[in-house]
């Protein structure tokens, strides 16, 4: 293992390890024991972009997903939930995109909804989200309906979850709507892109040890933080001037095994 990027040992494996479930470390920086597969089709979802084997997650996130994939069937013109990415079988670094979604803890869902749920896997390869933003990620575009909102909403009070990411348009747009509890609000963090799908992080599960939650988010339903990043992309602020005695940034490099828990040496050599 020595010498080689721990994406390409985590990378290697086609399905979870024969180990009790259990994340270890943060979600930039671990693994997944134990991991469960999202079946690939179900009575309200279907898993995307199945060439990826990225449809791995831990338990408490699989039954996340189809809870409120029954929830988003509800809505008019949805028949449910398209699942992104979740995890690699055994979590870690993944081989191309996300720095996150190392725990199983973490999904993307896609926006465009769920008219059928009869996609092939050639479809699910072919076909692309929707894109609810215009101006850039300030406001949301005529694609943006109710049934979004809502389907946010009871993605957000689920207890389980620890914040939400989506553009910073579409918080404010749910910021000007939302006319009953706002409590919700607080776990919708705007962030760039996330217009084609919002990306839900679930805390640690209860009883898991060496799992490291992200610091809460801050108190109160974050709106005026969502309304300042929409300035800054109407109205960029100007960047700071050079400092020539800064040091040059260093190109960030691959995670190797010694970057993670030790936990996850057992987990890559588990059956």
Not at 165 to 179: I, L, S, W, Y
């Amino acid at each position: 293992m020595q010498g080689i990027a721990a994406k390409q040992l985590f990378g290697a494996k086609p399905d979870g390890s024969n180990q009790s479930s259990a994340p270890f470390g943060s979600y930039a920086k671990g693994c997944l024991a134990g991991g469960a597969e999202l079946s690939e089709t179900g009575p309200t979802w279907q898993a995307m972009r199945l060439s990826r084997n990225r449809n791995w997650g831990h338990p408490e996130t699989i039954s996340y997903i189809q809870e409120l994939s029954a929830k988003a069937a509800q809505q008019p013109g949805w028949n449910g939930l398209y699942i992104g990415d979740i995890s690699q079988p055994r979590g870690g670094p993944m081989l191309s995109g996300h720095r996150s979604h190392q725990l199983g803890l973490d999904v993307d869902i896609w926006m465009r909804p769920a008219d059928r749920l009869n996609l092939s896997a050639s479809e699910r390869e072919s076909i692309s989200s929707t894109s609810m933003r215009r101006s850039n990620g300030a406001y949301v575009n005529s694609s943006w309906t109710r049934q979004h909102h809502e389907i946010l909403k009871a993605a957000a009070k689920d207890p389980r979850v620890a914040r939400i990411f989506v553009f910073p348009g579409a918080k404010v747009q749910m910021c000007e709507d939302e006319k009953g509890d706002r409590a919700w609000l607080r776990k919708i963090r705007p962030w760039w892109g996330h217009h084609y799908h919002f990306h839900v992080r679930l805390n640690c599960p209860a009883g898991t040890q060496g799992c490291i939650n992200q610091d809460p988010p801050p108190a109160g339903d974050g709106c005026d933080d969502a309304r300042k990043w929409v300035q800054d992309i109407l109205f960029p602020p100007p960047p700071p001037p050079p400092d020539p005695n800064a040091p040059k940034p260093k190109p960030r490099r691959d995670l190797q095994m010694t970057d993670l828990p030790r936990q996850c040496i057992a987990v890559l050599q588990s059956q």
